[in-house]
């Protein structure tokens, strides 16, 4: 998995991304921080890594599936989401962001708080991770800072709560057209109970049974997962 880390700085998060198997593109504007963590790269086994020196506002994002995992200047955020979001179709596949507090709960807020996050909900869910205390920050910020998670929606417009719920009753109408259709509209049915003086009851079941094996092990298990 590509996973691109904006402002990486000495890589507190880079190093634990390519630990996890992750494969990182690093960006950094600063060349001191740049050649240091290119340096920490090197001298470990992190051949799936990659330090960008540029800004990362005018990073050329991968064409390749990506996410985002990074803590980048909180001065920046709103430049970064503006470039992460307003084309959906070119955007990551989930984006973790180390923000201000105040900024991951205004974006995560239902419904939306400002026009800027409206504008991005019909393609993108936000949701307010772990609070993050700005102690743990080196310089420490005035700030607390919070984890702020946006997934692309898989329908537009629909969350994906909801989304997960239109298999199961399409699922359920299919099964359930199966058998009207094989009862109701089989011309043969009659006849081969006739011919082969099988009770009309037995034939029925008999016909029901392929049915019911498929679909209620499967709806029993998409049912739970998708509630």
Known sequence: ELVVDLGAGTGALTLPLLDAGAEVWAVERDPVWSRRLRQSLVSGVHANSRVIETDLRRLRLPRTPFRVVANPPFGLTTEILTRLLDAPDEGPGRIDLIVQREVAVKHSRLPPA?????????????HLGQVIDRRAFRPRPR???????????????????????????????????????DLAYDSSALWMHIASGVRGTSDRAGRLVPVLLIALPLLAVSIPVAV
């Open 114 to 126: 400002s026009l800027r996050t409206a504008a991005w909900s019909p393609w993108w869910e936000f």
């Open 143 to 181: 700030v607390d800072a919070a984890v702020l998670t946006i997934v692309p929606l898989v329908v537009v417009g629909v969350p994906v709560p909801v989304a997960a719920l239109i298999p199961v009753p399409i699922m359920a109408l299919f099964f359930g057209w199966l058998a009207h259709n």
